[in-house]
């Protein structure tokens, strides 16, 4: 089973810019879809994007046009570009894995990886 791990979090003022990586070994020859969710305190996780096993992205609207998802070249990594960011961005940021397409079952069952804290001041 393919399995994700979140990185890059970390405090930025508002404005600025953070990137966010997802590794998850075995996702491209398995051809999995990889998913971005994010929790802010006190509130249901929300997703942020997604991109399916044949590379298409999918942003929220309420992080369209700020934010980027696309995958590394030569490496299981899928990274999370966060522009022009809000304190209404701070959240602890998750990715998935998730059966896309005619992948497979087992290995791209749903896994979650440990999550990223992004905390953005005004």
């Known amino acids: 089973q393919v399995q994700p791990a979140e990185s890059g979090g970390g405090s930025v003022q508002a404005g600025g810019s953070l990137r966010l990586s997802c590794t998850a070994p075995g996702f491209t020859s398995h051809r999995c879809g990889i998913a971005w969710y994010r929790q802010a305190a006190g509130k249901e996780r929300e997703w942020v994007s997604f991109?399916?096993?044949?590379?298409?992205?999918t942003v929220a609207g309420s992080v369209k046009g700020r934010f980027t998802t696309s995958k590394a070249m030569t490496v299981d990594t899928v990274y999370l570009q966060m522009n022009s960011l809000t304190p209404e961005d701070t959240a602890v940021y998750y990715c998935k894995v998730y059966r896309s397409g005619s992948s497979s079952p087992y290995a791209c069952a749903v896994a979650w990886g440990q999550g990223t804290a992004v905390t953005v001041s005004s």
């Open positions: 991109m399916a096993s044949d590379g298409s992205t």
